[in-house]
């Protein structure tokens, strides 16, 4: 297997080539040359592997230059009862009427992310130790990736991450997650400022190419293709759980924000996975809901970006919506940079006469607001006893309007509600349960630099820390 880029411009390399760059040269982002099929004998094959072997059967279709044994040994790394809470990693919890949780956010960070982004801590050390080389991940973060790449880069030799976070404006918890981390290779840097402040810092740092070099300064970010391969798998392992039969059709719903999650779902259904329905998921912030309607995609600047009660959905332009449209485009990576320089200079572009093609895609979408939130919290706490975090909410609102009788219903739960007590507690008045793992969490010791809010002193301080 070889990947292309969405514009045309690369020449087909391997996945391990791929692996450690964020853009392909030529601006757009790396795709499969194909789409592997599964068929019903595969699948019912797969019946009684656990996840890592689950993942190892599906990722070896992607990733053809890491040894099978070698691709099995890292997923039974990445994915560890210790680490997931329990043998099986991805519970489906029942809730009403044929609708269940996917339950993703069970990892050490208790939101979705992890389940990429523990893959992408052993893909990452195998192959730098292969070519004995290391990497020092800079990123910025509002709350949920952050952890996620520092609890899957945690101990590793090769890797050492430095973190900008907008001092105090994170959750409790999510800054005692972040901050409580003692490992010589993470470094949490907070600024006096706002997120937007800490991105501009990793785009400035980035963009100066000696340093970049020279420090080997790489990201984590939601472009990664070995996310998107890596969240495929639970779509099969969803599908598993809950169809009894070989072609039975089963719909997603996927709370959405850089259609990263979404996109692994579309890539699963191209592989033969008998999905129904992919029911996207927005909040207030609809950029992603208002194109299926529309067929336009019209993303928003950062002053028309609503801060909402699911943050982690709070985006203005859709990073992984590029690969989906080049495929809409039948693959065509002249047409995707034309579309794309168009964006840059009129704030838009209109697909409308491609409508039809997105329900044979399987998609459909709705939208959530605040008060959706609180009172589907209610509702499903009330009527099942499940308590779900508010951007599960905005799935499980959505997928209401979509559901079909006899076609089971799988919202992905994205992330636990203890990582958002104060939205739990404004829609049922309690106090969200946490897993005994995270007792006592904000009481641990943190470890966190202030560094003042510019990319030279940034830059120096990844100079004296770098691994190299
Ligand atoms: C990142 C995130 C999302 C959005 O996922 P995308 O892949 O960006 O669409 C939704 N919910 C939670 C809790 C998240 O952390």
């Not at 592997?36 to 019946?47: G, I």
């Not at 998609?363 to 008060?371: L, M, Y």
């Not at 106090?431 to 510019?454: A, C, T």
Request: hydrophobic share 40%.
């Amino acid at each position: 297997m070889r990947y292309l880029s969405t514009r045309g411009g690369m020449t087909p390399q391997p996945f391990t080539d791929i692996l450690l760059e964020g853009l392909a040269p030529d601006g757009g982002l790396a795709v499969p040359e194909s789409i592997p099929q599964v068929d019903a004998t595969q699948l019912a094959a797969w019946r009684e592997l656990g996840y890592a072997d689950l993942a190892t059967e599906i990722l070896r279709l992607f990733i053809t230059d890491i040894e099978a044994d070698q691709l099995r040994a890292l997923c039974h790394a990445a994915y560890t009862a210790e680490s997931f809470g329990s043998p099986e990693i991805v519970p489906v919890k029942p809730l009403a009427n044929g609708m269940s949780l996917l339950g993703l956010s069970q990892g050490p960070t208790l939101a979705f992310k992890d389940m990429a982004m523990q893959l992408l801590g052993q893909l990452f050390e195998h192959v730098l130790e292969r070519r004995g080389s290391t990497i020092n991940i800079l990123g910025a973060t509002s709350g949920d990736t952050g952890s996620a790449a520092e609890y899957a880069m945690r101990g590793k030799q090769r890797v050492a991450v430095f973190m900008l976070s907008p001092a105090g404006r994170m959750s409790a918890f999510q800054r005692a997650q972040m901050y409580s981390l003692n490992e010589p290779n993470i470094h949490n840097l907070t600024i006096d400022g706002v997120f937007d402040d800490c991105q501009d810092i990793v785009k400035e740092v980035a963009s100066d190419l000696d340093f970049k070099q020279r420090y080997r300064i790489g990201a984590v970010n939601s472009i990664n293709w070995a996310r998107i391969a890596a969240q495929i798998v639970y779509y099969f392992h969803g599908w598993l759980r809950v169809a009894q039969r070989p072609d039975e059709l089963v719909s997603f719903a996927v709370p959405s924000g850089n259609f990263g999650n979404i996109l692994a779902g579309y890539y699963a259904r191209r592989m033969g996975l008998p999905i129904r329905r992919l029911v996207l998921a927005t909040n207030e912030n609809n950029v992603l809901e208002e194109f299926f309607r529309t067929g336009i995609y019209r993303p928003r600047s950062a002053a028309e970006t609503h801060a909402t009660s699911s943050p982690s959905m709070d985006i203005s332009r859709a990073s992984n919506f590029e690969r989906f449209i080049y495929d809409l485009l039948d693959r065509d990576g002249a047409r995707v940079s034309k579309l794309w320089q168009q964006l840059a200079t009129d704030g838009h572009f209109d697909l409308s006469s491609h409508r039809a093609a997105f329900a044979d895609h399987g998609f459909c979408a709705g939208t959530s607001n605040h008060a959706d939130r609180l009172a589907t919290i209610r509702q499903v706490y009330e009527s099942t006893g499940v308590l779900i975090d508010p951007h599960t909410a905005d799935g499980v609102k959505v997928a209401k309007a979509y559901q079909e009788p006899g076609v089971p219903m799988l919202v992905l739960e994205t992330a636990l509600p203890v990582k958002f007590a104060d939205t739990i507690r404004e829609a049922i008045g309690i106090e969200p349960p946490r897993p005994e793992r995270f007792e006592g969490l904000e009481s641990l010791p943190q470890h966190v630099q202030p560094v003042p809010n510019d990319a030279a002193a940034v830059k120096a301080l990844i100079a004296r820390s770098a691994r190299l």
